[in-house]
């Protein structure tokens, strides 16, 4: 990235001058992509203080995080290198049903579909009939997440089976250290200090500059607010308010602690469900991450710690960390000159791993928009509706979790017996009545995901698709055993998780001390 005397907005010679505030994953993912894309007539500040911690728990991803890499030129081996990644092919969820039952939720495919019927159609009336086996065993994702195995590319045995999607476990510190490197390389300027107070114009109220403890003052044009869960600027400063989602997900702590690292290398992450919340599991190359995300109205703080430690498959590497949140989003995430990014815009828990997609998809979007110095309001709002529909279609993915269970604790009955948000509770019962399921423009989850959640929890639809109730069920019983076996076959074909690793993108030792 050049600094230039271009114009960056509207005839004006000086370029746009945007200041990052924040570092941590939020923002060197920002900063990166900004001194990536941007070239004339911009240039791209990031201030941060080593005083200031992060939260950095977000290590799980999906596998739209490959996109982000990719188009900035990181090669995927050296990133895995250079975070202790682990590859990632689904979520498995543990007692959320039913205390002793388990499911996938694996990207990619589940099935084929026949024309213009869904496969979960088919599946579901062989469901009904005794036929079908659980959906995962139709996916090939979930097959291999299963037997441990990892590969990348065209596959081994059929050109009618897909290529397996994934994602990754990385250690989010390792990767903004990676991101920070890579984004001075091009252009960032990094500036140490603690923000002391942040100057305004007192006409429009728009930022004008950032005062550091030290006495330097950054200006700016555009201000990117990646400060965590305090929103310095979005919130404190410019009093964009907060909307309050935890009547519908009353989750609010969290315990976060690393471990040593598990014989059970998986290449998933597993989210188990406990007595008042859920414990997550990220294996990475060097350790595991664990954590437990938890509602302090049906539980103490001490019991969820002990509980946690309890449930580690190595020896704890540091003491648990707690984490103290309000589910939820920025009223609006672009106002004034300050756009949100991150946990400084809200807040949803990492059930789904999209913390970070999140992050991806603001960054997206600032760029789609690139606010110069001469900025709308007509350019805010639409931002601020595709940012509140994203969050609101994500919310309700994760509510469904918590409400179709079938535990008998006091957190989970409370959770089954919510008013759900209109959005979520048609969709449930459209499913649950005829097997319809249908994605909602740009939101994240598609049919796929939602069938996932669902029939692992226990939905089996009443009826199928029309066209699926026709099939012979004889030639429905031999596609479904036909399709298990292809994926299997394919399967077995893979090396091991950690075989894989080793051979293409082992990560040099690291001191575990100083990773924890």
């Known amino acids: 990235m050049r600094s230039t005397e271009t114009s960056g907005s509207g005839g004006n010679t000086d370029p746009v001058r945007i200041v990052v505030a924040g570092g941590g994953t939020a923002g060197w993912m920002t900063a990166a992509a900004l001194g990536h894309f941007l070239d004339t007539g911009f240039t791209v500040t990031l201030v941060e203080s080593e005083e200031i911690g992060t939260v950095g728990v977000g290590e799980a991803t999906i596998p739209q995080i490959r996109m982000f890499n990719q188009a900035l030129g990181i090669d995927e081996d050296a990133f895995i290198r250079a975070t202790q990644a682990t590859f990632k092919l689904a979520i498995e969820f543990v007692g959320w049903g039913a205390p002793g039952e388990r499911y996938m939720h694996a990207f990619g495919d589940v099935g084929r579909d026949v024309g213009l019927c869904a496969f979960h159609h088919y599946w579901s009336r062989g469901r009904r009939l005794g036929i079908a086996g659980p959906h995962g065993a139709y996916a090939i994702n979930d097959l291999a997440a299963r037997a441990g195995r990892m590969h990348r590319g065209a596959p081994l045995t059929s050109r009618n089976i897909p290529e397996m999607p994934h994602a990754f476990h990385f250690d989010a510190g390792l990767y903004a250290a990676f991101l920070r490197q890579f984004a001075e390389s091009r252009g960032v300027t990094r500036r140490e200090g ?151 815009s809200g807040f949803l828990e990492p059930l789904e791993s999209t913390s970070i997609h999140l992050i991806q998809t603001a960054i997206s979007r600032i760029l789609k928009f690139l606010p110069g110095k001469d900025q709308t309001q007509a350019a805010r709002n639409e931002y601020n509706r595709q940012f509140t529909f994203e969050m609101e279609r994500i919310r309700d993915f994760i509510v469904l979790h918590y409400h179709v269970n079938q535990r008998p604790e006091p957190f989970w009955q409370a959770m089954r017996e919510l008013a759900l948000p209109d959005t979520l509770s048609d969709r449930i019962e459209l499913f649950r009545a005829n097997g319809h399921i249908f994605r909602h423009g740009d939101e994240l989850f598609g049919e796929v995901g939602w069938f996932q959640v669902m029939a692992g929890q226990g939905i089996v639809p009443q009826r199928s698709h029309a066209l699926a109730e026709t099939i012979d069920e004889a030639d429905l019983k031999s596609y479904l055993e036909t399709l298990n076996g292809l994926y299997v076959r394919e399967v077995e074909r893979y090396p091991g998780h950690a075989d894989f690793i080793a051979r293409h993108c082992a990560a040099p030792p690291l001191n575990l001390g100083a990773a924890a």
């Open 194 to 344: 603690r923000i002391s107070e942040v100057r305004q114009d007192p006409l429009s109220g728009d930022i004008t500059a950032l005062a550091l403890a030290s006495g330097e003052e950054i200006s700016g044009d555009l201000f990117i607010d990646c400060t965590g869960f305090r929103g310095l600027l979005i919130g404190g400063t410019m009093g964009s308010g907060y909307v309050d989602w935890s009547h519908w997900l009353p989750c609010d702590r969290a315990l976060a602690v690393p471990s040593g690292r598990a014989p059970d290398f998986t290449p998933y992450t597993r989210a188990t469900a406990h007595t008042a919340g859920w414990q997550w599991r990220i294996p990475l190359q060097h350790r595991t991450g664990n954590g437990r995300v938890y509602c302090s109205a049906f539980t103490s703080d001490e019991e969820e710690a002990d509980s946690l430690l309890a449930h580690l498959d190595g020896p704890a590497l540091a003491d648990p960390r707690p984490i103290r949140f309000t589910t939820g989003r920025r009223a609006e995430a672009w106002r004034g000159n300050v756009i949100a990014v991150g946990l400084s």
